[in-house]
Nanobody, 113 residues
Framework: QVQLVESGGGLVQAGESLTLSCAAS???????MGWYRQAPGKQRELVAA???????NYADSVKGRFAISKDNAKNMVNLQMNSLKPEDTAVYYC????????WGQGTQVTVSS
């Protein structure tokens, strides 16, 4: 089973940017991957996804601000987050888009106003 390790979170001010990275222990070349987030008291939600062919889709709340990418050679999935808002504060996770399991520890993103 592929292990996933997220990194890159931190504390930023509203309007700033962060790039999250997810390192997979195995090949994700043909796997649709997603970035999820879970805010305190809320359910985990999918915010960005990228298919094996590279097509992307985004939740309305992040469309135009976030960009997901995948480096198949390095087995990594990245999430570029721009124009961050306080409501983006959450723990961010990467996982299989359609069959998420074996969740990593996530990376905390905190956006202050």
């Amino acid at each position: 089973q592929v292990q996933l390790v997220e990194s890159g979170g931190g504390l930023v001010q509203a309007g700033e940017s962060l790039t999250l990275s997810c390192a997979a222990s195995g090949s994700i070349k043909y796997t649709s991957m997603g970035w999820y987030r879970q805010a305190p008291g809320k359910q985990r939600e999918l915010v960005a996804a990228i298919s094996g062919s590279g097509s992307t889709n985004y939740a309305d709340s992040v469309k135009g601000r976030f960009a997901i990418s995948k480096d198949n050679a390095k087995n990594m999935v990245n999430l570029q987050m721009n124009s961050l808002k306080p409501e983006d504060t959450a723990v961010y996770y990467c996982n299989n888009q359609y069959n998420p399991s074996n969740w990593g520890q996530g990376t905390q993103v905190t956006v202050s106003s």
